[in-house]
C-alpha cells in the first residue's frame, strides 16, 4: 500500500470498510490519489532515517499492483515487467552534470 510506502512501513495501511459496531464512533479516513506520474517517496516521517524501499512513479506501481490483484487486469498494461521486484524505481540523478 501507498501509505505503507510513504511512511517507510512505520504505519500499516487497513483496508477501507464501514461496519455498524452497534455504538456511535467517529473516524477520521485518510485517502491517497496521486496522479501517474507522481514520484512516491518512501520515507515522508523522517528523512535521516535510511528508506527501506527507492522512490517509485505511482502509476507504473498501481498497474503492477492491480495485475498481481486481480486476475481480470493480467493482460492489461503489457509493456510492463512481471517481475514484482522491478517496480519501475525512479533511477538516482547523476551528480555529475550538477557540477558543470
Not at 455498524?20 to 477520521?28: A, K, L, M, Q, T
Not at 518512501?42 to 486476475?71: C, D, H
Amino acid at each position: 500500500m501507498i501509505f505503507e510506502r510513504i511512511t517507510n512501513f512505520t504505519l500499516k495501511a487497513t483496508m477501507h470498510q464501514v461496519v455498524d459496531i452497534g455504538v456511535e464512533r467517529f473516524s477520521c479516513p485518510f485517502f491517497l490519489d496521486p496522479c501517474s506520474s507522481a514520484i512516491i517517496p518512501s520515507n515522508i516521517l523522517n528523512s535521516a532515517e535510511e528508506q527501506v524501499e527507492p522512490p517509485i512513479e505511482f502509476g507504473k506501481w498501481l498497474a503492477k499492483t492491480m495485475r498481481r490483484k486481480y486476475g481480470e487486469w493480467k493482460n492489461a498494461f503489457p509493456d510492463l515487467s512481471d517481475d514484482e521486484k522491478e517496480l519501475e524505481t525512479v533511477p538516482k540523478h547523476s551528480s555529475a552534470s550538477s557540477e558543470q
